[in-house]
């Protein structure tokens, strides 16, 4: 049963930056795809950033030019470096993989805010 674990979460003031990272253990079958998606209060979870196998990158319009999506492949592990973060932003960031069943782990909160 695959395992994520979520740090780096917090609470900045807008224009701050964070680096999230994200440890998959327990992953059996070959990963198709990382990623991070996050869910603020009263919204429903939406992608920010995916990583395919081959290092092809996704981006939700709204972090495009602002986040970056990265990984370490042979230790399983996926980080989203967020610069130049906004209020808007604040939700809890779920780590997501993909190795035909998809996976989240259970969030890491950021908060910005001055």
């Known amino acids: 049963q695959v395992r994520l674990v979520e740090s780096g979460g917090g609470l900045v003031q807008p224009g701050g930056s964070l680096r999230l990272s994200c440890v998959a253990s327990?992953?059996?079958?070959?990963?198709?795809?990382m990623g991070w998606y996050r869910q603020a209060p009263g919204q429903q979870r939406a992608l920010v950033a995916l990583i395919l196998s081959d290092g092809a990158t996704r981006y939700a319009d709204s972090v495009k030019g602002r986040f970056t999506i990265s990984r370490d492949s042979a230790n399983n592990v996926v980080f989203l470096q967020m610069n130049n973060l906004k209020p808007e932003d604040t939700a809890v960031y779920s780590c997501y993989v993909n190795t035909i069943t998809e996976s989240w782990g259970p969030g890491t909160q950021v908060t910005i805010s001055s």
């Open positions: 327990g992953v059996a079958r070959r990963i198709h795809s």
